[in-house]
């Protein structure tokens, strides 16, 4: 995979969006289609389960369910999934188009498609919410759509002294560790999450799970993040490339094993709906293994900076976000409100949001993304006036949203360099539009679960 050119029509974009205030963030839909469709095609037959830290947005959530090759929805907290499992509240707050701003531009298109995004939502994080569990337990139907995930006889503990004995049964998903262990352990590439990690204790856990008649075991969930989320060809950086392409072939190898060892085990003592892996990253690999029946995928769909650092596939950049020109500090240098808008994990200048359009323009190295304030350097600048607006890329896919209260959709074209210049220097000016005729559609969409 080279440094192929893919399209965003900012100019389409300017037009869509031209009544609104920035900050706002904006989905282009022909772009988050395409990386849809993509991921099917990578998942090879394997139903994918969206994501929906990655996406944060319910309308698109449901867009992507409804498209073949979609079903279930990987929850991160239990507030969001009995917001998706459930009926949708009454919106009366801003709606389609200002995102972040805080002013209402009339109810959005979600506003009047209330019912469940989904029947089927996992809940991917141990939950510790005493009211989100009461409420689940004493729903039928929301106890029957939403499944809680547990690694361990403590969490188990812990849900059984909130939701008490009688009720409907609580559905629970096994979280199994996949991450890689070299030299012992000391070497620990992936992440640190379950400590459920052998057939042994996997099946010692179920067995846990079997002796309490409150608790149902319906499915074991083994997320490679070491696999799925780190880039096998990240730009200017060879020898890395060439190290997390070996990490992985020896991970997927000792995964492929363990994690059929595991399932066998689990499934002597429990019924399992579903046995889910994979991200984004890891589709066409985690999709071979006979023992995994589903698979998880959510930033592919937006497609974040951090995803154009892997060879196995090539989405379109299909969200970004705009920031208004408020001040000149000096010639070739503009300031746009806010900026901060970093990526979590591992510090990083990867986690940084990046200038995407007019070309031409770079963060400072001793300002970087400022809480309040952006200064831009670069070529692009001085063709830039106050009120202007600034196309940033985020290095994450649904975190975006975190600054966002309702997010625009739209469609597309004019070409970006697939990997963004970090600085002003190497970009390379174009202004191409193909389809300069194509509208923009808006849609209102809630980011985020009502408090
Ligand atoms: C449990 C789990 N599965 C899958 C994923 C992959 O999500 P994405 O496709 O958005 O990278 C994640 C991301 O962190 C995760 O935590």
């Not at 019912?115 to 009461?134: H, I, Q």
Request: overall charge positive; proline content about 7%; glycine content about 12%.
């Amino acid at each position: 995979m080279g440094d192929a050119e893919v399209t965003v029509d900012f100019a389409a974009l300017e037009r869509a969006t031209a009544a609104l205030d920035p900050p706002f963030a904006v989905v282009d839909l022909a772009g988050f289609r395409a990386n849809a469709g993509d991921l099917v095609r990578r998942a090879g037959g394997k139903p994918i389960r969206v994501a929906s830290k990655s996406v944060r947005c319910r309308e698109l959530t449901r867009e992507v369910l409804a498209m073949p090759g979609y079903a279930g929805i990987l929850a991160y907290t239990l507030g969001e999934a009995l917001w998706l499992a459930g009926e949708e509240p009454a919106v009366d707050g801003p709606a389609a188009g200002v995102a972040g701003s805080g002013e209402s531009a009339g109810r959005g298109e979600s506003a009047g498609r209330g019912g469940a995004v989904s029947e089927d939502v996992v809940v991917a994080y141990p939950v510790a919410d005493r009211g989100a569990l009461r409420r689940l337990a004493g729903d039928e139907r929301l106890a029957a759509r939403v499944t809680l995930m547990i690694d361990s006889v403590e969490q188990l503990d812990h849900m059984a002294g909130v939701v008490g004995e009688g009720g409907p049964p609580i559905r629970v998903c096994l979280d199994v560790d996949a991450s890689l262990r070299l030299l012992g352990g000391r070497v620990h590439p992936g992440a640190r999450r379950s400590p459920v990690r052998t057939p042994a204790q996997a099946r010692a856990l179920a067995e846990a799970v079997s002796g309490r008649p409150r608790f149902r075991l319906v499915g074991i969930m083994s997320y490679e993040a070491q696999i799925a989320g780190v880039g096998d060809d990240p730009p200017g950086a060879r020898l890395r490339g060439l190290g997390v392409r070996a990490m992985r072939r020896v991970s997927i190898r000792e995964l492929r094993e363990r994690r059929a060892a595991v399932v066998a085990a689990v499934r002597e003592v429990a019924d399992l709906e579903f046995v889910n892996g994979a991200g984004t990253g890891s589709l066409e690999l985690t999709t071979a293994e006979d023992a995994v029946t589903e698979l998880t995928a959510g930033s592919g769909l937006y497609q974040p900076m951090l995803f154009d650092a892997y060879r196995s596939f090539q989405g379109s950049p299909a969200a970004v976000f705009a920031l208004p020109v408020v001040r000149r500090p000096g010639p070739g240098m503009v300031t746009v409100h806010g900026g901060g808008w970093v990526a979590s994990g591992a510090a990083g200048a990867d986690r940084l949001p990046v200038p995407v359009w007019p070309l031409g323009l770079a963060l400072m190295p001793m300002e970087g993304a400022g809480e309040v304030q952006t200064p831009l350097a670069g070529p692009g600048a001085d063709r830039l006036r106050v009120g202007d607006r600034v196309w940033f890329r985020h290095a994450k896919a649904g975190e975006l949203c975190e600054h966002t209260s309702t997010t625009c959709t739209s469609s597309r074209t004019t070409r970006l360099p697939r990997r963004c210049p970090r600085t002003a220097a190497k970009a390379t000016p174009s202004s191409e539009t193909r389809h300069p005729s194509r509208s923009a559609a808006r849609s209102g969409c809630a980011a985020s679960p009502p408090s």
